[in-house]
T-cell receptor, first 111, second 116 residues
Framework: GENVEQHPSTLSVQEGDSAVIKCTYSDSASNYFPWYKQELGKRPQLIIDIRSNVGEKKDQRIAVTLNKTAKHFSLHITETQPEDSAVYFCAAVISGYALNFGKGTSLLVTP | DTAVSQTPKYLVTQMGNDKSIKCEQNLGHDTMYWYKQDSKKFLKIMFSYNNKELIINETVPNRFSPKSPDKAHLNLHINSLELGDSAVYFC???????????????FGAGSRLTVL
């Protein structure tokens, strides 16, 4: 199945700084790449996604970039705030159906 | 209205017991999933059903048996529970490809299973 590698596993930044999380995938047929945020004790929720016909997508302070040639995609969070602290998961579609998730990045934003 | 609801939210049981978790979605999605999240927060796909048909069955012990009576419901039954089954089990649903918003998962709140 699709293998999704995610780095780093933990990330600590100061409030106001930027955070970048990177993922690579193995199946060149994958065409959908979402990012989910999971706050402590809560369910994962979609924050942004990108489909393979675009290279970048932005939504206020978050952006995702995709490099299909290199098979990697990244999440960028600018002007981080303490409420951005959570576990972030990247994912890619496997078998055309389900999402296979990376192992998660625990982001801590310190005031 | 809760979009994806699963019950129970917490389940504490002894090794060797059998237990079930139920899931229902009211989003009109055609595909439902079970994911397992262990203590290290890894989210791993277990099963996927499309219109009541099993389409993904990852390497999961056959003690786990999913059942989808209709496309709005997907239940998970676990036999002979083991310590390693302790985890949070998330139900999710989505549309499949070909429609706007395809593959976007909506998760339930999770069911925390503790096996003693």
């Amino acid at each position: 199945g699709e293998n999704v590698e995610q780095h780093p596993s933990t990330l600590s930044v100061q409030e106001g700084d930027s955070a970048v999380i990177k993922c690579t995938y193995s199946d060149s047929a994958s065409n959908y790449f979402p990012w989910y945020k999971q706050e402590l004790g809560k369910r994962p929720q979609l924050i942004i996604d990108i489909r393979s016909n675009v290279g970048e997508k932005k939504d206020q302070r978050i952006a995702v970039t995709l490099n299909k040639t290199a098979k990697h995609f990244s999440l960028h969070i600018t002007e981080t705030q303490p409420e951005d602290s959570a576990v972030y998961f990247c994912a890619a579609v496997i078998s055309g159906y389900a999402l296979n998730f990376g192992k998660g990045t625990s982001l801590l934003v310190t005031p | 209205d809760t979009a994806v609801s699963q019950t129970p939210k917490y389940l504490v049981t002894q090794m060797g017991n059998d237990k079930s978790i139920k899931c229902e979605q009211n989003l009109g999605h055609d595909t439902m999933y079970w994911y397992k999240q262990d203590s290290k927060k890894f989210l791993k796909i277990m099963f996927s059903y499309n219109n009541k048909e099993l389409i993904i069955n990852e390497t999961v012990p056959n003690r786990f048996s999913p059942k989808s009576p209709d496309k709005a419901h997907l239940n998970l039954h676990i036999n002979s529970l083991e310590l390693g089954d302790s985890a949070v089990y998330f139900c999710a649903s989505s549309h499949l490809g070909g429609v706007a918003g395809a593959n976007v998962l909506t998760f339930g709140a999770g069911s925390r299973l503790t096996v003693l």
